[in-house]
């Protein structure tokens, strides 16, 4: 049974940080990735970042290109999202979720396991 267990989010004010965490466990050795989503009141789910768990390689989204860094602890089965010069519009949901094969990063379609959310909200 795969379970991801999201924490680390929070309320912040503008330009200030915030570290999210994604513990995963149950999860074959073979995923392709485990990326972070986000969704906001009133608009669709949007990739965030992923990571490819073969060798590192790591995407990000336009928008948090930059101030998100996502990176990742084996000994701990964590991936982290480092969020720093935070704005109000990224206020959302942020998930992460596990990719067994190679799915959409930027929509989510593909990846099967997801977590339960975290709130994040900037705001001053």
């Known amino acids: 049974q795969v379970q991801l267990v999201e924490s680390g989010g929070g309320l912040v004010q503008p330009g200030g940080s915030l570290r999210l965490s994604c513990t995963v466990s149950g999860l074959s050795l073979n995923y392709y990735a485990i990326g972070w989503f986000r969704q906001a009141p009133g608009k669709e789910r949007e990739g965030v970042s992923c990571?490819?768990?073969?060798?590192?390689?790591?995407y990000y989204a336009n928008s948090v290109k930059g101030r998100f860094t996502i990176s990742r602890d084996s000994a701990k089965n964590t991936v982290y999202l480092q969020m720093n010069s935070l704005k109000p519009e990224d206020t959302a949901v942020y998930y992460c979720?596990?990719?067994?094969?190679?799915?959409?990063?930027?929509?989510?379609?593909?990846?099967?396991?997801w977590g339960q959310g975290t709130q994040v909200t900037v705001s001053s």
């Open positions: 990571i490819l768990l073969s060798d590192g390689t790591k």
């Open positions: 979720a596990t990719d067994p094969v190679g799915g959409d990063r930027t929509t989510g379609w593909g990846y099967d396991y």
